[in-house]
C-alpha cells in the first residue's frame, strides 16, 4: 500500500539537520575536500594527458589519422576522392639528402599543399609556402645550422639528387616555422610544384617506390570518416575500392592515436591518488555520519517508537547527506578545478610539456560530482542502516559509551590509574579508533611518500648528469639543443689556456668530439640487418620471418651512405676516472687505453657492436685515414651524459679515446672544457670567466651554481604539487581526529561530571583526555612507521625508477614536522572542549540524561 | 559534635522573574555517626540540599560547614580534592566507570588521590558486600543491586566520614531495596560513618535516626526517633 509519507520525512531530516550544526560544518567540510581532491586530480591528469597527447602528436609530426605514404599522383586523387576521406592533405616527396648540415638530421625536400603543412605542424609562422621556382620554406633550425638570419628572403644553397642526377641550387627563403628537433628529428624543406616538376622529369614513382629511393611518390595525410576503433576498417575499404597494394601504398596509421590517448603511468598514478582521496574522504565522511546516527540513537529510537519504518529512518539519514552534498559538492568542484588550473601550468613545466592543454571539458565536473556523490552515499549507507536498525528500547538506556560489548569481564586491577583508564577508553569504540587512526595514517604515509620523493632527489646524482666540476665552457650550440652537435670548432686552446691561467684553477679538462664513419662491412653489417629487422618488426608486428628476410634483401643499405656513424669522443685524462668508475663490460686498463690502439665503447648501436671486436672508422672526413681499435670494455654512456654530445646517433655507435688520438688530427673539435677551480675562488672565477669569454660570443658557460639553480626550481615546483595534495589529505586526517574527539568527549559530559564527583579533579580529567588523544596520535604514528615506510619505500621506488637523479633517501623528517603539530592538536583540543563542557556545574552535568 | 553543619544555605536557579529558589535558607545540623533520612516531594530541593554538603554545588548564599571547615567557598578544584578525601557518594544510577572492572571502579577515588590502596580494607569491604567473586567483572555484566553494591564499596573505599547517598535504592527492587539498604547501614555502624539518605520512600526512611522533611527549599520539620 502506498501512502505519502515523503513531507513527513523530509520534514523529520529538516528538523534533525538543523538540530546537528557542528555535525554539519564538519561533514560539509568534509564533502569539499573530497570534491575539491577529486575535481584537482582529474583537472590536472586529464589536462596532463591532453598536453601528453599533443606532445606524442606532434612528435608522430602530424595530426592526422592515417598516411598513405607511397602513391602515384592518380592514386592519390583516387584516394583523395573516396568518400570515406574526411579531410586530407597531400605532399610530394622529391628527395632526401645527408649532406651538410644534414649530416646529422636527414633533410627531406618535398612538396606541400596548405593542408598537408597544417597537418604536419609545418605551416609556416613567418612567411608563406613557396610559390615561384626558386622559393623554399623551411624548419627554422636549417637556418641557424647554416649561420643564417631568421629571416625571410636569404639565400639557401642545397646539394642533392633526384634519381641518380645531382643538382646544386640557391632558393629564397619564403617561410619558415619552427619545429622541436628532439621531437622531429630531420629538417623539412618544401618546394614548388613548378620546380618539382621539372625535377621528377622522368621519374616514376610506381618504380621508385619499390625501396629505390621513393622519388616523386605522394603523400597524401587523412583524417577517415567514423571512430578510430573503425579506422583500420575504413582504411582497408579504401584500399579495396581505390584497387591500391596496401603493401605498396605504405599505409601508416598514427601512432598517436594508437593509444587511448592516457599514458598508462597517469592513469595507474591517478587511480592510485584517488584511491586514497576515496579512501581518506570515505573515513571521515562515514565517521562523522556515524558518530552523528550514535548520538541520536535516542531521537531515532523515539521515531521507531511512535511507527517510523526503518526504511524511513535511512531516508532521514541520507537525506541529510544529500542536503549537504547540495552545497560541499559545487563548492568543492569549483574550488578544485581553481586548484587543478592554478597546479597545471606548473605541472607542465616541471615535466617540460610546452602544449597548452585544451581547456578541461565538462566530464571531470561530472566525473568528479559522481565520485563524490558515490563516496557520500557508501559513507552513509552504514551509519544509515544502523539508524533504521535501533532498537526502541535500547535507544533509550543508550548512552553511546558501552564498552566493548563482547568483552564481560576485564583482568588486573591497574586500570584506575589515569594513563590506564585512557587507555582503555580509547577502545571502548574500536570502530571509531580505527576510522581515526586509519584517516590519520594515510594523511602521514602520503605526505611521506612526496616528502621522500623530494628529498631523495640526488644533487649530486642530477649535477653528475650535467657538470663534472666548477664550469662547463663549450660553443653556444653545445647549450642550446636545438639540433645536434656537429664540431664547430669554436673552442680554441688558446682561449683554454687563457682560462686555464686564472688564478684558482685546477683544471682544464677537455672533451673532443668527432662525427667518425665506419663502413658497413663485416660485423657492423650485421648489426645493421639486425637493426633493420627489428625496425621492419616493430612496423609490421604481423610479418613473417621470411617476409622480414625478403625485405632486408631488397633493402639497399646504400641509402646510409656505405657508413654508418661512430660517435668519437676523446677525453683528457683527468676523465679517465670516471671511464673507470663507469665501466660496466670489460676491464679498463689504463696502459692500455692511452696507447691509442684501445677504446671503450659507449652506446652500442643495440648491439650492433660488442666488447672485444675490432672497429674501424675514420674521423671527420669519410676518406680519411681510417684506423682500426680494439673494444677493451663498455661504459655506461648515460653516466657521461654531461661530457656526451647529448644525443645518439641511430644507427651508429659511440666510442671513447684518450685526447692523445685527436691531438694528432689536424683540426680537433674541442666540444667542451671543464674547469676545476679552487673553492675560494668559484665566485670570483665567474666573473672573470664571463670577462675572457665576453670577446667570443660563439662561446658560453655554466656554473655549477646555475645548475643546482635549475634543478631546486624543478624540484620546489613538484614539491608545490605534492604537497598541496598531500596537505589537503592530512587535513582530512585532521578533521577526522578533532570531529571525533570533540564529538567523543561531548557524548562523554555525563560520565566526565560523574568521575569528578567521585573525586576526579579538572586537572586529572584533562590529563586523561589529553592522553587519549596523545595515545591516538600514538597509535597513528606506529602505523605510519611499521607500515608506512615500507609502502614510501615502494612507492618512491617505483616512482623514481629509471630515473637517474633519485637515490631512495630514508628520512625521519615528516615524523619531525607533523609530530609537533598533531601533538600541540592531541594536547589543546581536549583541554578546549573539557573546559566547554565544564561550564554546566557537575550536578546540572549529571542530571542531563536523567 | 556536628559533623555537618549549614547556616541559612541558599541556592537559586535562572534569573528574575523566573527564579527557582531550590534551597531557602535551610539551617541544619547533624552529628558524627548520625543516620538522617532526607524526604520530600520531587523538586523539594533535597537533591540540591545533598549535593551542597558534598561539595558538588557551590551556594547562592549561606554556608555549609564540614567536619568544622567552611567548603562554600573553595574553588572547584578543592572542592573536588575535598570531596574525595571526605564525602562519599552513592548515586540512584550507580554511575560506574563502564571501562573500568569491580575492583578497579572501587579503589578509583583511592586512585586518583594518587594513595596507595589499602588492600586489606579495600578486601574487607568487597567480601562484606559479597562481591568477591566479581572483582574482574566489566559493570554492564552486573545486575541493578549488584552495581548498586560496586557503588557503595567505591563511595566506602576512601574510608570518609560522611556517607551522601541519593534515592540509592530507587532503581532497585524491593527484595534488592532491602539487601542494599541493609548494607548501607550495616557498613555505616561498622566503619562509623555519618550517612545524610535522600529517598521519598517513607518505609525507608524510617530505618534512619531522624528524617528531615524538605518542602518548597525550606525544613519543614524533622522528627527524631
Known amino acids: 500500500m502506498r501512502n505519502n509519507n515523503q513531507p513527513i520525512v523530509r520534514n523529520l531530516s529538516k528538523r534533525s539537520f538543523l538540530a546537528n550544526k557542528s555535525r554539519n560544518i564538519f561533514a560539509l567540510i568534509a564533502i569539499v575536500l573530497t570534491t575539491v581532491l577529486i575535481t584537482a586530480v582529474f583537472t590536472i591528469g586529464i589536462s596532463l594527458s591532453d598536453g601528453m597527447r599533443q606532445m606524442l602528436i606532434h612528435s608522430y609530426g602530424r595530426s592526422t589519422e592515417v598516411d598513405f605514404q607511397y602513391l602515384t599522383e592518380d592514386e592519390a586523387r583516387r584516394v583523395a576522392e573516396h568518400p570515406l576521406i574526411e579531410e586530407y592533405g597531400l605532399s610530394r616527396l622529391i628527395t632526401v639528402t645527408a649532406e651538410g648540415v644534414f649530416r646529422q638530421a636527414q633533410g627531406e625536400i618535398h612538396t606541400a599543399d596548405e593542408n598537408f603543412a597544417g597537418f604536419t605542424f609545418s605551416k609556416p609562422t613567418t612567411g608563406r609556402l613557396p610559390e615561384a621556382e626558386k622559393e623554399i620554406a623551411l624548419t627554422s633550425w636549417i637556418l641557424d645550422a647554416m649561420n643564417l638570419p631568421k629571416e625571410l628572403g636569404q639565400v639557401v644553397h642545397l646539394d642533392f639528387e633526384v634519381a641518380g642526377t645531382p643538382y646544386s641550387m640557391d632558393f629564397t627563403v619564403c617561410g619558415f616555422w619552427d619545429s622541436d628537433l628532439n621531437l622531429q628529428p630531420y629538417g623539412i624543406l618544401y618546394i614548388a610544384d613548378a620546380l618539382a616538376d621539372k625535377l621528377l622529369t622522368g621519374v616514376n614513382p610506381a618504380q621508385t617506390r619499390l625501396g629505390d629511393g621513393y622519388y616523386g611518390v605522394t603523400k597524401l595525410t587523412a583524417n577517415i570518416d567514423g571512430t578510430l576503433s573503425e579506422l583500420e576498417e575504413n582504411v582497408d575499404t579504401i584500399l579495396q575500392d581505390t584497387g591500391i597494394d596496401p603493401e605498396g601504398a605504405g599505409v601508416l596509421f598514427n601512432g598517436a592515436y594508437n593509444t587511448t590517448g592516457l599514458d598508462n603511468g597517469i592513469i595507474a598514478a591517478m587511480a592510485l591518488i584517488i584511491a586514497i582521496i576515496l579512501v581518506s574522504g570515505y573515513l571521515l565522511i562515514y565517521n562523522i555520519f556515524y558518530i552523528s546516527v550514535m548520538r541520536d540513537v535516542r531521537f531515532y529510537g523515539l521515531l521507531k517508537t511512535i511507527g517510523t519504518t526503518q526504511k524511513q529512518l535511512k531516508g532521514v539519514v541520507n537525506f541529510q547527506a544529500l542536503l549537504l552534498c547540495a552545497v560541499g559538492i559545487p563548492v568543492g568542484l569549483l574550488l578544485g578545478y581553481l586548484l587543478g588550473v592554478m597546479l597545471i601550468p606548473v605541472l607542465l613545466s616541471f615535466l617540460s610539456i610546452d602544449y597548452m592543454p585544451a581547456p578541461p571539458n565538462p566530464w571531470i565536473f561530472l566525473l568528479g560530482a559522481a565520485l563524490a556523490l558515490f563516496t557520500v552515499l557508501v559513507s552513509c549507507h552504514g551509519p544509515a542502516k544502523k539508524a533504521g536498525q535501533v532498537s526502541p528500547v535500547e535507544a533509550v538506556r543508550y548512552t553511546g559509551l558501552a564498552a566493548a560489548p563482547a568483552k564481560k569481564t576485564k583482568r588486573g586491577s591497574g586500570g584506575a590509574k589515569i594513563p590506564r583508564m585512557a587507555w582503555s577508553n580509547i577502545f571502548r569504540s574500536r570502530k571509531k579508533a580505527s576510522l581515526v587512526i586509519a584517516s590519520l595514517s594515510v594523511g602521514l604515509i602520503l605526505f611521506n611518500i612526496v616528502y621522500t620523493l623530494v628529498g631523495s632527489f640526488d644533487v649530486n646524482k642530477y649535477l653528475q648528469g650535467h657538470i663534472n666540476g666548477d664550469f662547463l665552457i663549450a660553443g653556444t650550440d653545445y647549450f642550446s639543443f636545438a639540433r645536434p652537435y656537429t664540431p664547430s670548432r669554436t673552442l680554441s686552446e688558446d682561449l683554454l689556456s687563457d682560462v686555464k691561467g686564472l688564478d684558482g684553477v685546477q683544471e682544464v679538462a677537455k672533451v673532443y668530439y668527432a662525427n667518425g664513419f665506419a663502413p658497413i662491412e663485416g660485423k657492423i653489417k650485421d648489426g645493421l640487418i639486425n637493426f633493420q629487422r627489428g625496425r621492419i618488426l616493430a612496423e609490421k608486428p604481423s610479418l613473417t620471418e621470411q617476409e622480414i628476410e625478403q625485405i632486408i634483401e631488397k633493402t639497399d643499405f646504400g641509402a646510409y651512405g656505405d657508413f654508418i656513424d661512430a660517435q668519437v669522443y676523446g677525453f683528457d685524462s683527468y676523465w679517465l676516472d670516471k671511464l673507470e668508475e663507469n665501466m660496466i663490460e670489460g676491464t679498463f686498463d689504463r696502459e692500455k687505453f692511452l696507447s691509442g690502439d684501445y677504446l671503450l665503447l659507449g652506446f652500442d648501436g643495440q648491439g650492433m657492436v660488442r666488447v672485444g671486436d675490432t672497429v674501424t672508422f675514420s674521423l671527420d672526413d669519410k676518406d680519411g685515414e681510417k684506423r682500426s681499435y680494439e673494444i677493451m670494455g663498455r661504459v655506461d654512456y648515460r653516466a657521461l651524459n654531461s661530457l656526451s654530445a647529448h644525443f645518439i646517433s641511430v644507427p651508429g655507435f659511440s666510442v671513447y679515446l684518450p685526447s692523445s688520438g685527436f691531438e694528432s688530427l689536424a683540426n680537433p673539435d674541442i666540444m667542451s672544457a671543464t674547469v676545476i677551480a679552487e673553492e675560494a675562488a668559484i665566485d670570483r672565477l665567474q666573473t672573470e670567466i664571463g670577462i675572457l669569454l665576453a670577446d667570443h660570443p660563439e662561446v ?78 600514538a597509535l597513528a604514528l ?14 618512491v621506488n617505483t616512482v623514481t625508477q629509471g630515473s637517474a637523479a633519485y637515490t631512495y633517501q630514508f628520512t625521519f623528517a615528516p615524523l619531525v614536522i607533523c609530530f609537533p603539530v598533531l601533538l600541540l592538536l592531541a594536547c589543546v583540543l581536549p583541554v578546549r572542549m573539557y573546559k566547554s563542557i565544564s561550564r554546566d556545574s557537575v550536578v546540572q552535568r549529571l542530571r542531563e540524561n536523567e | 559534635m556536628a559533623v555537618l553543619k549549614t547556616e541559612s544555605l541558599k541556592k537559586y536557579y535562572g534569573k528574575d522573574p523566573n527564579t527557582v529558589k531550590a534551597l531557602d535558607g535551610v539551617d541544619l545540623e547533624i552529628q558524627e555517626g548520625e543516620f538522617v533520612a532526607v524526604v520530600g516531594t520531587s523538586g523539594s530541593g533535597k537533591s540540591t540540599l545533598l549535593h551542597m554538603l558534598g561539595g558538588l554545588d557551590t551556594p547562592t548564599d549561606g554556608k555549609v560547614i564540614v567536619g568544622g571547615k567552611d567548603i562554600s567557598g573553595m574553588t572547584d578544584e578543592q572542592l573536588t580534592i575535598f570531596r574525595r578525601r571526605n564525602v562519599g557518594f552513592v548515586f540512584q544510577n550507580y554511575n560506574l566507570v563502564p571501562i573500568l572492572n569491580v575492583y578497579e571502579n572501587i579503589v578509583l577515588p583511592i586512585e586518583l588521590d594518587g594513595n596507595t590502596v589499602d588492600k586489606g580494607f579495600v578486601e574487607n569491604i568487597i567480601e562484606t558486600l559479597g562481591l568477591a567473586e566479581k572483582k574482574t567483572n566489566l559493570p554492564n555484566n552486573l545486575s541493578g543491586g549488584q552495581q548498586q553494591r560496586v557503588a557503595i564499596a567505591r563511595a566506602l573505599a576512601t574510608k570518609p566520614s560522611i556517607l551522601l547517598a ?45 528524617v528531615i522533611r524538605i518542602e518548597d527549599g525550606k525544613i519543614f520539620a524533622a522528627k527524631g526517633r
Open chain 2, 166 to 210: 541519593d534515592e540509592p535504592t530507587g532503581n532497585l527492587d524491593s527484595k534488592t531495596s532491602q539487601d542494599v539498604l541493609g548494607v548501607l547501614k550495616m557498613t555505616s555502624t561498622r566503619f562509623h560513618q555519618t550517612m545524610v539518605m535522600i529517598t521519598h520512600n517513607e518505609q525507608i526512611a524510617q530505618l534512619a535516626d531522624r
Open chain 1, 782 to 795: 606506529l602505523v605510519f612507521v611499521t607500515v608506512g615506510y615500507g609502502v614510501s619505500h615502494f612507492a
Open chain 1, 700 to 777: 658560453d658557460f655554466r656554473s655549477r651554481v646555475d645548475y643546482i639553480a635549475e634543478m631546486k626550481s624543478d624540484n620546489q615546483q613538484f614539491a608545490l604539487i605534492g604537497f598541496t595534495l598531500c596537505a589537503v589529505i592530512l587535513l582530512i586526517g585532521i578533521l577526522n581526529f578533532v570531529n571525533t574527539t570533540m564529538t567523543n568527549i561531548f557524548s562523554r559530559k555525563q560520565e566526565l561530571a560523574m568521575l569528578q564527583s567521585v573525586g576526579m579533579t579538572a586537572r586529572q580529567g584533562k590529563k586523561m583526555l589529553v592522553l587519549e588523544s596523545i595515545y591516538y596520535m
